[in-house]
């Protein structure tokens, strides 16, 4: 196809990443990563008749100070937490004579403020404004915002460019989404106010296709909640029973209490589930309108899920309204004894331009307005029922006694090799845990700098 423009654009698409995620600066090991999909997903959103010269650059596995190349045009997707840095960079970039443009979730729910640092603001989708956005900078007409809410276009949704990534720095390149968007209200959650509250799905036709095109037969589903529309869930399983999948996904507890869907989860090839347990009191899940858990069916539910040999990386939040001092060794008391294959905790985190996040700001709870603060793991409001300090030591206590190595070992005795991968998460969030109580304020603020 015949290029409109002779000379290539120069352009980098960049994952910034915070002080404890970025490669060789944090302490998150090769063994809990797995390729993001934001960078190879615009890739191959570049129109065929425009000419680019393309780099592409994770910081979580690779150093900025490695890059050659010096862009005419950058695109930044950006989450909250990596805000500061991707401000950071823009301003340096910028200072070099690149246009600049941020998009992702942070300034979908923030425009206003990415605006103050970009020379353009991508809200919405990128399937379309992506495009534009690249013919309209060949013209030197950049736009300042571009805003796309509508409905997801199917037919604009490309097969990411795999093929741009190092495999070597992930444990696979093997991800994909089928869905978009969460129908759900989880207070503790942004995905609903950034899609607003929509639940997209794509043609499973076209899922079968994508994956039809991978090197081997394993899936990570990166969608935040893949199975929650009955109808299409068993539509989409069903699909991928002829492919003889080894897959794993993210899930609430809901689909897996439906006796149907649970045979098809296990017959198409669910080799694991990182399940969002949240908390192991009904009062705290009530509390961030997560009232469709059950609590009393933890127990039960992990054993069989162990039995069909699905493995769990379950995730638990400290900090609600409903939270006291002993949610921590309850937590982790019950963590060992059901053998959670892979335990995550966070902590309770109001995303800025979200419902819960002005709600505590009219309460006067907002401790923090620095976003590299907001990675889940720090602190940044004033909890009801204990101090912030209590919270933050709480949380330092329960990933540390969950990564003792008697606790990882009895936790997958009688379901596991030495040598299997799960062994090396636990050991990879063993070294994270270790590590975590190191990234103070001061370094996490730090961590804008090169």
């Not at 495009?131 to 809410?149: E, M, V």
């Not at 307005?369 to 907001?374: D, E, G, I, Q, R």
């Not at 990675?375 to 029922?385: R, S, T």
Request: aromatic fraction near 12%; hydrophobic fraction near 40%; charged fraction near 25%.
């Amino acid at each position: 196809m015949k290029k409109i423009n002779d000379i290539p654009i120069k352009l980098l698409l960049l994952l910034p990443a915070d002080a404890i995620h970025r490669f060789k600066v944090g302490n998150f090991k090769k063994s809990l990563r797995y390729a993001p999909l934001t960078l190879t997903y615009l890739a191959a959103l570049i129109p065929d008749d425009i000419n680019v010269d393309l780099r592409i650059l994770d910081e979580g596995v690779e150093s900025l100070s490695s890059l050659q190349f010096e862009p005419d045009l950058v695109g930044m997707s950006v989450m909250t937490g990596t805000a500061p840095r991707a401000y950071y960079l823009s301003e340096k970039f910028r200072e070099k004579g690149a246009k600049v443009v941020l998009g992702g979730v942070h300034p979908t729910l923030l425009p206003d403020e990415a605006k103050k640092y970009g020379d353009s603001v991508v809200v919405g989708f990128g399937e379309r404004s992506f495009p534009q956005l690249l013919y309209d900078f060949l013209r030197n007409d950049l736009k300042q915002t571009y805003i796309d809410t509508e409905d997801l276009p199917y037919d604009k949704i490309p097969i990411p460019r795999r093929d741009l990534l190092n495999r070597r720095n992930y444990i696979t390149v093997n991800t994909m989404m089928a869905t978009r968007g969460c129908p759900n209200n989880c207070k503790f959650c942004a995905v609903p106010h950034v899609w607003k509250h929509h639940f997209f799905r794509r043609p499973i036709p076209d899922i079968i296709n994508e994956i039809q095109q991978f090197k081997d037969k394993k899936v990570i589903f990166i969608d935040v909640n893949l199975l929650e529309d009955d109808d299409y869930t068993r539509r989409l399983l069903k699909a991928l029973l002829d492919l003889k999948l080894k897959w794993v996904g993210l899930s609430n507890t809901k689909p897996l209490f439906n006796p149907e869907v649970f045979s098809l989860i296990v017959k198409s090839g669910c080799k694991g589930l990182l399940i969002g347990f949240e908390s192991i009191m009904e009062g705290s899940l009530s509390g961030i309108n997560k009232k469709f858990s059950n609590v009393n069916k933890y127990t039960e539910l992990l054993k069989k899920l162990h039995d069909n040999g699905i493995r769990v990386n379950g995730t638990f939040l400290f900090g609600t309204d409903n939270d006291t001092l002993d949610i921590f060794e309850k937590t982790v008391e019950f963590v060992d004894r059901v053998k959670i294959d892979l335990p995550r905790y966070s902590v309770f985190t109001p995303y800025p331009g979200t419902p819960v996040f002005r709600e505590l700001e009219s309460q006067g709870r907002i401790l923090e307005y620095n976003w590299a603060m907001y990675d889940v793991e720090h602190v940044v409001f004033k909890p009801k029922n204990m101090t912030p300090e209590e919270l933050q030591e709480g949380l330092h206590w329960a990933w540390n006694q969950t990564y003792r190595t008697g606790s990882i070992f009895r936790r997958l005795s009688g379901t596991f090799s030495i040598f299997h991968y799960m062994l090396f998460a636990n050991f990879g969030y063993k070294f994270y845990a270790k590590k975590l109580p190191g990234y103070t304020r001061e370094v996490m603020l730090e961590g804008g700098m090169i």
